[in-house]
């Protein structure tokens, strides 16, 4: 079922015609109460029996919000124009919203692609598009962007793990972009048969559940401690390197193999050691002690 527009007029003629009509029916009884013809009576009190049946057809439809009729039961189509209107009086109307809301999911305890257990929530921003749709074809519009969001980011949880690995996969901490693209279009999917159109979707939490949030630090530690000390090792290596090539180079001292090993081994002690070193100065010979 596809949303359609309904039948209005505006409301302000029709407030001056319902007006005239009570004018008429007021008139027609003072006719009557003048000896005049004794139909006149009942045709007022039909007029005002109208009018007062009209007065039901109006309503008031806000901006970015419609107005979905039933006659008898039935769609009769969906009206968006603003201000005061006038429809059918027999008509039901019901009110939909068509501005953009957002709401922010529960925190979610699920398992990632390796099966670490996580937690995770959501932001998801959402507006009505086919108010047909959000009436007729779901039972509680609001109540099922609520779950089937849920469902869908619990859904695309599973399909990354929680950090990248070597292989270049998405991860869930690192892709951003990716992961809010993909939870989007998961959602998009469930919303489809309600009239809804998804604006944006955004993780709001994630974090490691408490059971390993404490082994997954260390990890997490180690791996940084890990890739600082290849860091400072490289940059070591290099430092000696270049120390070497200069001192060859403007020709200050001539050493060995065995001497340029123990000064190599020295300057990485130095350079790599995490505590700051006691120099030894050496008042001998070069190969004396």
Same mark, same amino acid.
């Given at each position: ?33 003048? !000896? ?65 809301? /957002? ?64 292989? !270049? ?10 992961? /809010? ?100 100065? /050496? ?7």
């Amino acid at each position: 079922m596809n949303e359609r527009q309904g039948f209005s007029v505006a409301g302000i003629p029709m407030v001056f015609l319902c007006f005239l009509m009570g004018l008429g029916s007021v008139a027609l009884w003072m006719e009557t109460a003048r !000896g005049s013809v004794g139909y006149l009576g009942p045709a007022g009190v039909l007029l005002i029996a109208l009018a007062l049946l009209m007065v039901k057809g109006f309503f008031q439809v806000a901006p970015n919000e419609g107005q979905v009729l039933q006659l008898f039961g039935k769609y009769a189509g969906t009206v968006r124009a603003e201000g005061l209107r006038w429809t059918n009086p027999f008509c039901t109307r019901r009110r939909v919203s068509l501005r953009v809301r /957002n709401f922010e999911s529960g925190k979610l305890k699920v398992n990632d692609s390796d099966g670490n257990p996580i937690e995770i929530a959501a932001v998801v921003v959402w507006q009505v598009i086919d108010t047909a749709e959000a009436v007729f074809c779901v039972d509680d519009y609001e109540n099922f962007v609520t779950i089937q969001s849920e469902s869908a980011l619990r859904q695309m949880a599973q399909n990354y793990p929680y950090d990248a690995h070597d292989d !270049g996969k998405p991860a869930l901490r690192s892709h951003g972009d990716v992961i /809010n693209n993909h939870l989007r279009d998961e959602i998009q999917a469930r919303l489809d048969k309600a009239g809804v159109r998804v604006v944006e979707a955004r993780i709001s939490h994630l974090a490691y559940a408490q059971e390993i949030a404490q082994a997954m630090l260390q990890r997490q530690q180690a791996n940084a401690i890990v890739a600082a000390r290849e860091r400072i090792v490289e940059g070591a290596v290099g430092m000696v390197a270049m120390a070497l090539d200069k001192l060859r180079q403007q020709g200050v001292v001539e050493l060995d193999e065995e001497r340029k090993a123990a000064m190599v081994s020295n300057l990485l002690v130095v350079l790599c050691g995490d505590r700051a070193t006691q120099p030894v100065v /050496n008042a001998g010979t070069l190969y004396g002690g």
